[in-house]
């Protein structure tokens, strides 16, 4: 038993709300259908109705209400029987293949909506027709009962139609997702004329139905009291010696619609017309007329539903009771012909408004993917624009947060792609110390055995230039040839000290500079380190510092203090070299804060640097120094602002005016 129930679970779940609803539907229908569709009092759920058509009111509410029960469970077990099948795949669905899966979950997709039409359609139609066979009668009242019936299905399985997208959205949000276009796409445009069509046209059906009854009433009413008014002063004022007097007299009766008709009932229970002839009634109104209009003041009914009644009097001539009425029919068929094109135009109108609805809804949501798919495939985030608010609900809410979420996209893209160039810079940097640390050592070597042969050759010219004292030499010829020796030799020791020197300073910053110290330290430190370091040179040059701090100097910088140190100090050496010839000497050091960024401005107003000059700093090794520059400084200074600080440095120079070089750190938060 308690495989069954697993085995069947959601298709009992979708039963018990069918059954649950079905109970209420019932409930409604009972005691509405009588309202609705205009029944006579006393003749529905008594022994009146019991004599007439061998069953009652709630035997034909119950008989159906199990056959739409009988419908339901046929069709929701039918449409729903692949859960059954494929139950272990809902179970455990990464078991099974794409192809299998796409199936179920095209089914779960698909199955709601055949159910909502088919649990709508069926029941109706067959409720309709029991009901039209078990009173018998076909048309108008026909007509009505299948918009009543139609109405409160719609209600009723709309609501079924929600509940089972539920569940089979639980069972979807199991299942694999596949990026792959395996599925059956639907639009929203569907699923709204899905969800809101039928509540629409349920909406128009009961107020058009709704407004029949109210109007078939109150015609009905008006109609029987002015027949009633007229049989009784018929009455009233006429005297009638037989059949034949009656009859004639009663052609003064005025009739208000051309279908309407006097009857007579004579005491032998036979209609005849006011011509004399025989006719037949219905036995639901001659059987009314007998039992239950004189408890009804002479008013009798044509059948349930039906809009055609009778008003009736007693007349006696001669001591035998002769009824006369009038049979008046409430509504003619051209009503029911303006309800029903009424209906016709109001359905349109709302399906063309439904249209531009779901279009709008369709577009708004459009962008949106759009924007996302776009996102997904384009790898320049600059050619990105942020979406149009074209709404303030939560469309417009939506289009908002994908808006931030493309900027943060944007953002951490432009993020990974500095980083990415950080992170280069830094491995160029080790590399470059390493090469640089390598041709060093190879250079040094031989360097420094070239040195040590000078001295070696210093010593023996010095030995040889002290023999000219011997009166055996010719002290002029030793001399000479000592002394452009020993000249030879001290340019040999100059250069190579010169050599080495560069080489010891190139190897000793491109180890600095691979290297990082990683603190944070205040702006305060970093220039009272600068001051100290270039205290001398500045004063050698009789050249003045100018600091000018236009932030707060506690501002934290994270990093290697040391590497900015010296990066400073470079700037601040080229610029002292650059004054020469100049007697108004000074260099301003600037340090203030922009948006989130920290700019040191280290400025001279010294030669300048040319257009050429400019355009090559930072990007290869350049020098204006001659044979006295490397060009390397600049250069190194630039990598470690860029991979140690994560940082630029900028220039601007005019020729004749002076130079400012522009550190931009960015702060932590």
């Not at 068929?333 to 408004?353: K, R």
């Not at 002292?576 to 260099?587: P, S």
């Not at 000059?613 to 120094?625: A, D, G, S």
Request: aromatic share 10%; charged share 20%; with cysteine.
């Amino acid at each position: 038993m308690k495989k069954i129930l697993e085995k069947y679970k959601i298709q009992l779940k979708l039963l018990f709300a069918l059954t649950l609803g079905l109970i209420v539907l019932t409930t409604i229908y009972y005691f509405f259908i009588p309202l609705i569709l205009n029944y006579p009092k006393g003749t529905y759920g008594t022994n009146f109705q019991s004599e007439l058509e061998n069953t009652n009111y709630f035997s034909q509410v119950l008989s159906i209400a199990l056959a739409i029960f009988a419908l339901f469970a046929i069709v929701t077990f039918y449409k729903t029987r692949f859960l059954i099948k494929y139950s272990d795949l809902i179970k455990n669905p990464y078991n099974y293949s794409i192809k299998e899966i796409n199936y179920v979950k095209n089914k779960l997709f698909t199955v709601p909506y055949s159910l909502l039409i088919l649990n709508i359609i069926i029941p109706s139609i067959a409720l309709t027709c029991i009901h039209a066979y078990t009173i018998n009668q076909f048309g108008i009242t026909t007509l009505k009962l299948f918009i009543l019936v139609i109405t409160l299905m719609t209600l009723y399985v709309t609501s079924v139609f929600i509940y089972t997208c539920n569940i089979f959205k639980k069972i979807l949000i199991t299942l694999p997702y596949d990026n792959t276009k395996n599925l059956k796409q639907s639009t929203l445009k569907k699923r709204i004329f899905y969800n809101i069509l039928p509540l629409i046209t349920v909406s128009i059906l009961f107020t058009s139905l709704l407004g029949y009854s109210i109007l078939s009433i109150e015609t009905g009413n008006s109609l029987f009291e002015t027949y009633h008014s007229s049989l009784y002063y018929f009455n009233e004022f006429n005297e009638f010696d037989n059949l034949s007097d009656l009859l004639e007299k009663t052609n003064s009766l005025s009739l208000l619609n051309k279908n309407d008709f006097v009857f007579i009932k004579t005491p032998d229970n036979k209609f005849i017309n006011n011509k004399g002839e025989e006719i037949q009634l219905s036995t639901f109104f001659t059987k009314y007329l007998n039992e239950l209009s004189s408890t009804n003041n002479g008013r009798v009914y044509e059948y349930y539903g039906i809009d055609c009644q009778g008003s009736t009097i007693n007349i006696n001539i001669n001591g035998s009771t002769y009824i006369v009425g009038i049979y008046f029919r409430i509504l003619s068929a051209n009503i029911l012909l303006y309800f029903s094109i009424s209906f016709i135009i109001l359905l349109l109108i709302n399906i063309i408004i439904l249209i531009l609805f779901s279009r709008s809804l369709s577009n708004d949501i459009n962008v949106i993917s759009s924007g996302f798919i776009n996102m997904a495939k384009n790898r320049d985030t600059s050619i990105m624009d942020p979406l149009p608010l074209s709404s303030n609900d939560e469309f417009g809410s939506l289009i908002i947060a994908f808006n931030k979420i493309q900027e943060l996209t944007k953002n951490n893209i432009k993020q990974i792609q500095e980083n990415q160039d950080t992170l280069m810079e830094q491995e160029r940097l080790a590399s470059l110390g390493q090469l640089i640390g390598g041709i060093a050592h190879n250079l040094k070597t031989p360097i420094m055995s070239i040195s040590g042969a000078a001295e070696g050759l210093t010593d023996l010219v010095k030995e040889y230039d002290s023999s000219i004292d011997d009166p055996e030499v010719n002290s002029k010829d030793h001399h000479d040839i000592a002394k452009d020796m020993f000249t030879w030799i001290s340019k040999i020791k100059t250069h190579t000290e010169y050599m080495s020197d560069i080489i010891t300073a190139v190897k000793g910053q491109a180890v600095v500079l691979s290297n990082e110290e990683d603190i944070s330290f205040t702006i305060g430190e970093l220039l009272k380190r600068v001051n100290i370091l270039m205290k001398h040179e500045l004063k050698s040059a009789i050249i003045y510092l100018n600091i000018s701090m236009q932030t707060d100097e506690n501002t934290l910088i994270h990093g290697d203090v040391n590497s900015l140190v010296q990066v400073i100090n470079n700037m601040i050496s080229n610029s002292i070299e650059a004054y020469h010839g100049k007697t108004d000497k000074n260099v301003d050091i600037i340090v203030q804060r922009k948006d989130n960024n920290l700019l040191i401005s280290i400025k001279d107003y010294a030669t300048g640097l040319s257009d050429k000059v400019k355009n090559k700093l930072f990007k290869e090794m350049i020098t204006t120094k001659g044979k006295n520059g490397t060009g390397l400084g600049l250069y190194m200074s630039y990598s470690t602002i860029r991979a140690h600080f994560n940082g630029t440095i900028t220039v601007n120079s005019e020729e004749g005016k002076g130079t400012t070089f522009t550190i931009s750190l960015p702060l932590q938060n």
